[in-house]
């Protein structure tokens, strides 16, 4: 399975926490995309099976993952997906892990948790946020000690006051463990990191969601975090899903987002599709397909 790439003078790897296996969980398309008619799924079965939909059950699979990249200056893990030990008692997949895999996958790369500079969180949900920290003595530490953690000020804000009114787990064990240890660093969702990495704002799916643009020239590479979801987001990018906070602005980002990079020779690396994951966007009548990188 292809997992480092390259372009430009940038090297990207998956590391991959959990390929949800063809025997779900998984969602039924109805739920995970609530607006989709079966029309639709009917006309799209074909092409998706094997790519986002399971064969057998016809379920929606997601790819859960963090992507490296290394550009000249720094190394930088974009979304941490969802760790170990931590409480998520309605997920079996992803209630107190203790899965090796993960950090066997960073250390592959060459790379020692120390070697991260910056973690970038593209939004605050709970599976790009995990790695944030890990259990140490009982006590929720910064898995990257000399990482800054990127969190834009607004999501943080949003959450925070959620938080105060209902306690949210990740919250407390991924997030806000980080603030504590001064290790956060607050920007907007457009921030430009140097001349080689900055933010894309793409709201919607989240309050304050952004994606992350690496590359000096031309091409270069982005990273969607959960502007996009599935395959058939990008057939039709005014397909919301289940736990976008505002459904209609999350549309109208993913189009904008889709159309910029559309055509284009930026590496789209796309943080839950189906492995590779990885390929070029082009046009596919009123929306996209991604042609993954063999
Ligand atoms: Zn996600």
Redesign the pocket.
Known sequence: MKTKFAVEDLTIHRIIEIEEPTTGPGYSPKEFFPDLTPEMLAENRGWMTGNGLDPEHGNIL?C?QSYILRTPHHNILV?SCIGNDKNYPTRPLWHKRSDPRYMRQLAETGLKVEDIDFVMCS?L????VGWNTRLENGRWVPTFPKARYLFSERELDYWTAEHKKTPITYMDDSVLPIIAANRADLVKSDHALDDHVHLVPTPG?SPDHFAVHAGKREAGAVFT??CI?SPLQARYPELGMR?DWDRKMAGESRRKFLEHYCDSATLFCA??FPSPSVGHLKRWGEGFRLNYVE
């Open positions: 997601l859960f979304d939004h949900h709970p599976d790009h799916h975090g959960d979801h736990a943080m839950h």
